[in-house]
């Protein structure tokens, strides 16, 4: 049974285009993220949503954008797709309660922009 | 505001040998500090995490960690590498209220075991 599942695993498209990324986690976590993770393996922190707050970070583009049907889903769409999006982004949830509750990590989103 | 910085991108060691993988941070409020590992083409795996309580941590598959204030540092060891244990590894500090309580990654450490 996947704690945190992410869908597509591989995702290619046009500069230009508009996709969405799924993710679903089954933990009953009251907070998501997303993070992106670039061709040198560094991760960003991109996103953190539970239903009372949305954190931003600050060097996001407002092309991204977290939407949450539930408590259990937190979608990234992006808007207008460009080279420079190309990388593997990562869905996580936690209990936000107790800053010692770690995170649980999707498999991954890689996505190729041509 | 936090940070965490790895010591060496890759570390090579033999089959066998003891493996120190290292994290130094940087926080303005006590830290929460994980290592997490990175199998290739998967998603990250918690290892271990310090939370205040005893400073000597023991996670999975061998690993632990001893956090010194001191030090400003949480390095990851393991006293007998296995082929098994080549992957990228990555130390995370999390404050524990306000903004600081986003999850800072390092910048990842290859580990690569040699036969």
Redesign the interface.
Known sequence: DTA?SQTPKYLVTQMGNDKSIKCEQNLGHDTM?WYKQDS??????MF?YNNKEL?INETVPNRFSPKSPDKAHLNLHINSLELGDSAVY?C?SSQ?RG??N???????TRLTVL | AQSVTQLGSHVSVSEGALVLLRCNYSSSVPP?L?W?V?YP??????LL?Y??AATLVKGINGFEAEFKKSETSFHLTKPSAHMSDAA?Y?CAV????G?A?????G??T?LTVLP
């Open positions: 945190v993220y040198k393996k560094f991760l960003k922190i953190s954190i990562f996580a936000v800053a010692g770690e995170q649980f990590f999707g498999p991954g | 929460y994980f997490y990175q083409n998967q998603g990250l795996q918690l995490k939370t205040s990228e990555f999390r404050g524990a209220s903004s309580r986003q999850l800072t990654f910048s990842g290859q």
